[in-house]
């Protein structure tokens, strides 16, 4: 009975997914159609063009996030050390953290037990999460990284911001697809990020102080040292 009703709902996310898809795809289109067709008869071009750039830079951004939901192609499962990981994806990160007056803290405990993950959605992952981060502080902060064993055998990365923070009504609407307070955002990435984590066998956890900022722990499982 249980796996059944775990079915049910996996098939109702589903249906709430595509039609949030269809819902989120038309708009741009719909943006993009009349646009074009402003453009048959003004000279306002560079400014429609803007818009419809833009637009278009929208659908793509919807479908590579959605993209990251079906396996990769060649799905690779390897032992990873999760501190290089979060020194990569911050690496990545650091222009856009300067510009934005943040400061990056990490704090990486040596010999950390590997991890068994598929690297790329694994970066994926922090950079989604570390970018929410970013994206709290848009008058600059500290953006802190930790990674530590834990004693059950696990790895726990906690990715913490002095950011805007979450109102605790919103905190049960996380994750939900198209969920997004922000004017660019697609309300994709903690989804994405949540059903990655949970197929390895992790899980998320987040906690907030509006105003004072946000910690989001990811636990994953670790290989036994
Ligand atoms: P998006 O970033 O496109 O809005 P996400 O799924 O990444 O979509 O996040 C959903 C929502 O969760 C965000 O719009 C924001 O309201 C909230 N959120 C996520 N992370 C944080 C954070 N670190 N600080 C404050 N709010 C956050
Ligand atoms: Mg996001």
Known sequence: AEELLRQSDMLSAIGQLAAGIAHEIRNPLTALRGFIQLMQSSAEDKRYCGIMLSELDRINLIVSELLLLAKPQAVKYQQREVGSILKNVLSLLDSQAILNNIQIHTRIAEKLPPITCE??????????????????????????????????????????????????????????????????????????????IEE??????????????????????????
Do not use: W
Not at 161 to 183: H, M, Q, S, V
Not at 200 to 223: C, F, K, N, Y
């Open 119 to 196: 690297e790329n959605q694994m970066k994926q992952v922090f950079i989604n999460l570390c970018k929410n981060a970013i994206e709290a502080m848009p008058n600059g902060g500290h953006l802190r990284v930790e990674a530590e064993a834990l004693d059950k055998g696990e790895v726990r990365i906690r990715i913490k911001d002095t950011g805007c923070g979450i109102d605790p009504e919103r905190i049960p609407r996380l994750g939900e697809p198209f969920y997004t307070t922000k004017e660019k955002g697609t309300g994709l990435g903690l989804m994405v990020s949540r059903r990655i």
């Open 200 to 225: 390895h066998g992790g899980r998320i956890a987040i906690t907030s102080e509006p105003e004072q900022g946000t910690t989001v722990d990811v636990i994953l499982p670790a290989l036994a040292g």
